[in-house]
């Protein structure tokens, strides 16, 4: 079984391993999840278990919201539901509660989020560009693309020149983080290094298949 879990990051903070090796980690709140739906290739051509967190209120879900996780159990409409793949059927029933105690023998795991929303940013900000020259004969142009293509021939920007846009608030997936920490009495996890999103952005938590 993939090993799969939701929740939301609470913030970055350091821990010191008993070397005395400062070590920067991300906390994460994870579960308990509970499962919403299991889908196996008879029903539905993959295998999958669908996961629900956070409870939410009644009368700001929607009718199908409420069906939905009224069969699993007659469980609660939740906030975040995502899918965790798996590579054969699972085992697990519909209602079945998932901590982070999943964990527990688990080294590393790959962490998706949605980064931050940053709006609408220039070059400079979005791609890194250095600018124009900040010297005579530059005026109000220091952040300035420069020329983004050909003229004549073919007269028209080409596919994938990096110009001013949306910045940030994509899916990112931070792989092969190391697990640090699992805390089970206050469901939280403690992974080394960043993890994309604010704190308090929900984040998909699974077992990495990366090799090492």
Same mark, same amino acid.
Request: charged share 25%.
């Given at each position: 079984?993939?090993? @799969?879990?939701? @929740?939301?990051?609470?913030?970055?903070?350091?821990?010191?391993?008993?070397?005395?090796?400062?070590?920067?980690?991300?906390?994460?709140?994870?579960?308990?999840?509970?499962?919403?739906?299991? $889908?196996?290739?008879?029903?539905? =051509?993959?295998?999958?278990?669908?996961?629900?967190?956070?409870?939410? $209120?009644?009368?700001?879900?929607?009718?199908?919201?409420?069906?939905?996780?009224? $069969?699993?159990?007659?469980?609660?409409?939740?906030?975040?539901?995502?899918?965790?793949?798996?590579?054969?059927?699972?085992?697990? $029933?519909?209602?079945?509660?998932?901590?982070?105690?999943?964990?527990?023998?688990?080294?590393?795991?790959? &962490?998706?989020?949605?980064?931050?929303?940053?709006?609408?940013?220039?070059? &400079?900000?979005?791609?890194?560009?250095? @600018?124009?020259?900040?010297?005579?004969?530059?005026?109000?142009?220091?952040?300035?693309?420069?020329?983004?293509?050909?003229?004549?021939?073919?007269?028209?920007?080409?596919? =994938?020149?990096?110009?001013?846009?949306?910045?940030?608030?994509?899916?990112?997936?931070?792989?092969?983080?190391?697990?640090?920490?699992?805390?089970?009495?206050?469901?939280?996890?403690?992974?080394?290094?960043?993890?994309? =999103?604010?704190?308090?952005?929900?984040?998909? &938590?699974?077992?990495?298949?990366?090799?090492?």
């Amino acid at each position: 079984m993939v090993v @799969g879990l939701l @929740g939301r990051k609470v913030g970055m903070t350091q821990i010191y391993r008993e070397d005395g090796q400062a070590v920067p980690v991300t906390v994460l709140e994870c579960g308990p999840c509970t499962v919403l739906q299991v $889908k196996t290739p008879e029903t539905d =051509g993959y295998c999958a278990v669908q996961l629900g967190y956070l409870d939410r $209120k009644r009368k700001t879900a929607t009718a199908a919201a409420r069906g939905h996780a009224r $069969k699993a159990g007659n469980a609660e409409p939740k906030r975040y539901i995502r899918e965790i793949r798996q590579d054969e059927p699972p085992t697990l $029933k519909l209602g079945d509660q998932l901590t982070v105690s999943v964990f527990e023998a688990i080294k590393r795991v790959d &962490v998706t989020g949605v980064s931050k929303g940053r709006g609408f940013a220039g070059v &400079v900000k979005r791609h890194g560009f250095r @600018g124009l020259r900040a010297t005579h004969g530059v005026k109000r142009m220091h952040r300035h693309p420069g020329s983004s293509g050909p003229s004549a021939d073919p007269s028209r920007t080409r596919k =994938g020149i990096r110009k001013p846009g949306h910045f940030g608030h994509a899916k990112v997936t931070a792989l092969n983080l190391e697990v640090v920490k699992v805390d089970p009495d206050a469901n939280l996890l403690v992974v080394k290094g960043a993890v994309p =999103g604010p704190n308090g952005g929900f984040v998909t &938590v699974r077992q990495t298949n990366r090799l090492g």
